[in-house]
């Protein structure tokens, strides 16, 4: 009885851990950003936040965007409203020190 | 006990199996100052002002000769040999009425300078017989610096300026050719380095929602 109960536990937390599917379309956009397809990922980014899903998360991955295409000023106002949002996220504050560094080094380079 | 701790083992095992990783993204960008070989008509060299003890070989020709093949071969465009008297030090107002002459082209030219200091040192020598005596020798020192700028021959603009500098100790005075290949192919092959890098990869953190 003691060991089936044990199983029972292990098969549950094996099932929860398990690949599942995307949970939303902000999911989706990560997955599509990672395999290199920023501008369909974009669209679900902003798709998310029309319905009024504004999370830092959302804001940093536009940031990203932004920063790869070059536009270095959408870039810094999204990782501004992402840190307004989250303003202790690690890896948030990582991004947006990069982003900065990267932005200083250009300015020296011209 | 035994299969307590076997459980606790395994959940924890899973625990950090399961856990998620960040997501990395990296992206390449644009390296600011990269030069666009391919928007100009045509790409010359020429007119570098040369400062240097050294004849042979000469550093003119050997110049000419990297960019107009190894450099050449790198940028994949052909690059012109045209004679200039002076380059930078020309003054400015007569080079860029000759530039005029070549519209839509980059011409790519410089200072190309060597410095030989020479001293004498003691130093461990083999005499006729193979035995090891100390003697005086003399030693050169050499430095090498090239500074190469790209100019834009319409708006007469120098898109990029690099200088490079190779510094050799304790060469033979009498292998003034290998002393001199080894800072010059040590300078060009920094500068092919740094003409061709076009982007730089950047990384950051995909956040996820909640995160």
């Known amino acids: ?110 | 006990m035994k299969t307590k701790l076997i459980f606790l083992s395994v959940m924890i095992f899973l625990f950090f199996s399961c856990s998620q990783k960040p997501l990395i993204i990296k992206f390449p960008v644009p390296v600011q100052g990269a030069i666009p070989f391919n928007k100009f008509d045509k790409i010359f060299i020429g007119g570098f002002h040369l400062d240097t003890p050294i004849t042979d070989p000469d550093p003119e020709t050997e110049l000419s000769h990297f960019f107009t093949t190894d450099f050449q071969q790198a940028v994949k465009r052909k690059i012109e040999y045209l004679p200039l008297e002076k380059g930078l030090t020309d003054p400015m107002t007569t080079l860029r009425e000759k530039l005029k002459n070549y519209p839509n082209s980059l011409l790519i030219t410089g200072k190309f300078t060597i410095d030989i200091k020479t001293r004498s040192m003691v130093k461990d020598v083999k005499n006729k017989s193979g035995k090891k005596i100390k003697a005086f020798v003399k030693i050169q020192l050499w430095e090498m610096k090239m500074k190469v700028a790209f100019i834009e021959t319409d708006a007469f603009n120098i898109l990029k300026e690099d200088t490079f500098t190779e510094k050799l100790k304790d060469a033979d005075p009498q292998k003034g050719k290998f002393n001199f290949k080894s800072l010059f192919d040590s300078i060009t092959d920094r500068l092919l380095q740094k003409s061709l890098k076009k982007f730089k990869i950047q990384e950051r953190y995909l956040l996820k929602n909640g995160k």
């Open chain 1, 1 to 110: 009885m003691k060991n089936l109960a044990i199983l029972t536990c292990l098969i549950l937390f094996i099932v929860s851990c398990a690949p599942h599917r995307f949970k939303s379309e902000f999911d989706f956009a990560n997955k599509l950003a990672q395999q290199g397809l920023w501008e369909e990922a974009y669209f679900r980014w902003k798709k998310s936040l029309s319905r009024g899903d504004e999370t830092a998360a959302i804001h940093n991955n536009l940031a990203i965007y932004y920063e790869r295409a070059g536009n270095l000023q959408s870039a810094e106002a999204e990782y501004k409203k992402a840190l307004k949002l989250d303003p202790g996220n690690t890896q948030l504050l990582s991004n947006y020190k990069k982003f900065k560094q990267h932005i200083e080094k250009k300015k020296n380079e011209n």
